[in-house]
């Protein structure tokens, strides 16, 4: 994330706390109310994915890994990205000194018309996995933490 978008994320969360007019004290009682809300939706996120299921839609093994280690929230938007990956191909290969460059057709609606977009990914394999990387030219992992259509294309 981008100085400017964490600062935004932060001042969204403390909108519904403070405003112009809190004083000092009265911000630090809202910031452990902030805080203690936070703590409290996470608890009750964690609790709803330990106990509910999905049944799985794929037969790729990276969705059981992703519903093992994801929020249920979390887990659904990655759902999507490996259903999207149905409209994606390999479009070619290439390497480029320490990384594969990869292009990912996939089928897009504009409007009622079909098109088809480009999109790059590159792949970095490492010795360990702090040597390992990963990009895609849609920066959904580097906005959102979510790997996407795209990168899961190349890697299931």
């Known amino acids: ?6 600062s935004e994320s932060i001042n969204s969360f403390f909108d519904k706390y403070v405003n112009r007019k809190t004083s000092l004290k009265q911000f630090v009682e809202q910031y452990e109310n902030a805080l203690r809300d ?3 939706k996470e608890n009750v996120e964690d609790f709803n994915s330990y106990n509910s299921w999905y049944p799985p839609i794929t037969r790729y093994a990276i969705e059981k890994q992703m519903k093992e280690v994801l929020t249920n929230s979390k887990f659904k938007e990655f759902r999507e990205e490996l259903t999207g990956k149905m409209y994606c191909g390999i479009g070619s290969i290439k390497s480029q000194s320490d990384y594969l460059e990869y292009e990912v057709i996939e089928d897009v609606m504009n409007n009622e018309n079909l098109m088809k977009k480009q999109f790059t990914v590159w792949f970095k394999k490492g010795d360990s996995v702090d040597d390992c990387d990963i990009r895609c030219i849609c920066r959904l992992f580097a906005f959102r933490g979510m790997l996407c259509r795209h990168v899961v294309t190349v890697g299931v």
């Open 1 to 6: 994330m981008s100085t400017t978008q964490r």
């Open 38 to 40: 936070r703590a409290e």
